[in-house]
């Protein structure tokens, strides 16, 4: 009987610890995205569309808002390039003369020029075009 009890703790365990990780999916906070420092404008072009928007003050905060509150999931089944749709180009104008370039791609994915692909929400996703608009 002891002999069971121990193999039920021990399968216990094991099908919590299998649990947690399979279940474990990493979400950062778009600020992640951004780099510090105080923003002198953002300008806002789409691919292949071709609309192009140049936003400061509190319209350019509105948008450094989105970015840092978005919630990016990195580890997704899907893969970007099997995906067609509108890029968003959003470039910030820094303070100190430098840029960043971030692409908000499909209602889906997002990154920055050099980094790597996150996947957002729809709901969050979809949101950008009325902050622009």
């Not at 992640?32 to 300008?43: A, D, M």
Request: contains cysteine; glycine residues 6%.
């Amino acid at each position: 009987m002891r002999r069971i009890s121990k193999l039920v703790v021990v399968v216990m365990i094991a099908l919590c610890l299998l649990t947690m990780t399979a279940c474990s999916i990493t979400v950062a906070k778009g600020g992640t995205l951004l780099k510090e420092g105080p923003v002198r404008k953002i300008s806002v072009s789409s691919r292949p569309e071709g609309h192009s928007y140049s936003f400061t003050g509190d319209r350019a905060q509105s948008i450094i808002d989105y970015i840092s509150q978005l919630h990016l999931i990195d580890d997704y089944p899907e893969n970007p390039a099997d995906y067609d749709g509108m890029t968003w180009v959003i470039t910030l104008e820094y303070e100190d003369g430098t840029s960043l370039t971030i692409y908000h791609f499909g209602n889906m994915f997002i990154k920055t020029e050099n980094g790597s692909w996150y996947k957002m929400t729809y709901e969050e996703a979809s949101r950008f075009e009325e902050l622009v608009s």
